[in-house]
């Protein structure tokens, strides 16, 4: 299971860590620093979304081939209840474990997304209130205490990159990790309630969110190599923008 392949990376690591909180199940929510302690941050969350596990070992691969310059927290499995779910039970759950999709949790216009519904289920539900869940208002907790230049969310699939949100953003950003990896960049309507947007329009911070895998492949994806499009994504990424 994903899960066990994060704690058994995260107990291994030997630098800057912590328990940023626990998912509604009580599972541990890792972050692990990269990079230059000082100077400007970014902080990098991976596995949103259940069946995007996939996303969690390229997080671990992002930290194991560090970066040349700046520096950041990566959060490779936000929702380790929902992936596990997704691995045991039903491969295509996006949710957690109560049935809501995090990234329709977070306080930017909650609820007024094209497919919202009220209605818990494998995909998204919204809540019961922005940061209902334990694992978005952990996420909301660390990067309030963090106060990252920068935040990237890294999700399957599409090779796409969004960038704005609500008429805010820094394109600049996005056209760094298009040269990365040739994704797309596009602009995302009627969707709301993510973390990408929620930092867009409350932190007034730039935010990216990565559609990492060719849309041709079937979710859930589980095999990294079909994202190695992303592989120095981070390390290219702090030198040509971040610094």
């Known amino acids: 299971m994903i899960y066990n392949e994060v704690k058994k990376f995260y107990g291994e690591y030997c630098g800057k860590k912590c328990v940023i909180g626990y998912s509604c199940q009580g599972r541990e929510i890792y972050a692990l620093h990269v990079g230059e302690v000082t100077g400007r941050q970014f902080i990098a969350v ?24 700046g520096g950041g927290w990566v959060i490779p499995l936000l ?52 940061f209902s869940e334990a694992e978005t208002s952990a996420l909301r907790d660390f ?7 920068v935040t990237l969310s890294f999700h399957t699939k599409g090779e796409e990159i969004y960038w704005e949100y609500g008429g805010r953003g820094d394109r600049r950003g996005a056209d760094v990790l298009q040269k990365v990896t040739g994704y797309a960049v596009k602009r995302i309507y009627g969707s709301c309630g993510g973390y990408k947007d929620w930092c867009i329009s409350k ?11 060719a849309d041709s492949l079937k979710h859930p994806i589980n095999k990294l190599f079909r994202l190695k499009k992303c592989y120095k994504i981070l390390k290219i990424f702090t030198e040509n923008y971040l610094l």
């Open 46 to 69: 991976y596995a949103v979304h259940a069946r995007e596990w996939i996303t969690a070992r390229l997080a671990l691969k992002h930290l194991k081939s560090g970066l040349r310059r």
């Open 143 to 149: 990067t309030l205490k963090i106060r990252p230049d």
């Open 203 to 213: 932190l007034k911070i730039p935010a990216y969110t990565i559609e990492c895998g």
């Open 79 to 130: 929702n380790p209840d929902g992936a596990e779910f997704s691995q045991k039970v039903c491969p295509l759950w996006k949710s957690n474990a109560r049935g809501v999709d995090l990234n329709c949790n977070f306080d930017a216009d909650w609820g007024c997304g094209r497919f919202n519904t009220k209605i818990r289920g494998g995909e998204n539900c919204i809540g019961d209130y922005p």
